[in-house]
């Protein structure tokens, strides 16, 4: 499967008010977590965010996440998870879910059926 990158920062804001700065920064509240590390908050560019969703065929993507100041260069982590406002469609936060290289994961693909059967068209 390809991994998109996408660059992310870190986090220290995680009261109420902090967070409604970021979003009015343009930067939307993310976290990621996995197996081996304990969860850590992030912030991203809703730009690079929003174009990360728009040209995916489903929110079940494969990051390539590089994150400033991390003495790792990239971590493979999936889109667990993207909270959406309800009248503006805005991300208001992301989830990440980190996964290894050589680790077997199982998620939900969609499958898009285009024309008719050869048997029904008959």
Do not use: C, W
Not at 18 to 37: D, F, M, N, S, W
Not at 38 to 60: G, V
Not at 73 to 82: D, F, K, S, W, Y
């Amino acid at each position: 499967m390809k991994s998109v990158p996408l660059t992310a920062y870190p986090r220290t804001a995680v009261r109420r008010a902090a967070v409604k700065k970021l979003r009015a920064a343009q930067r939307v509240p993310a976290v990621i977590y996995g197996r081996q590390r304990q969860p850590q908050n992030l912030e991203l560019q809703l730009k690079a965010l929003e174009d990360l969703i728009h040209h995916a065929a489903s929110e079940t993507i494969l990051v390539d996440l590089t994150i400033e100041g991390d003495p790792q260069p990239g971590r493979l982590a999936l889109l667990q998870e993207v909270q959406h406002h309800p009248l503006t469609g805005r991300p208001l936060h992301v989830d990440f879910h980190e996964v290894g290289a050589d680790e077997r994961v199982v998620i939900q693909v969609p499958v898009q059926t285009v024309g008719e059967a050869v048997g029904v068209k008959a």
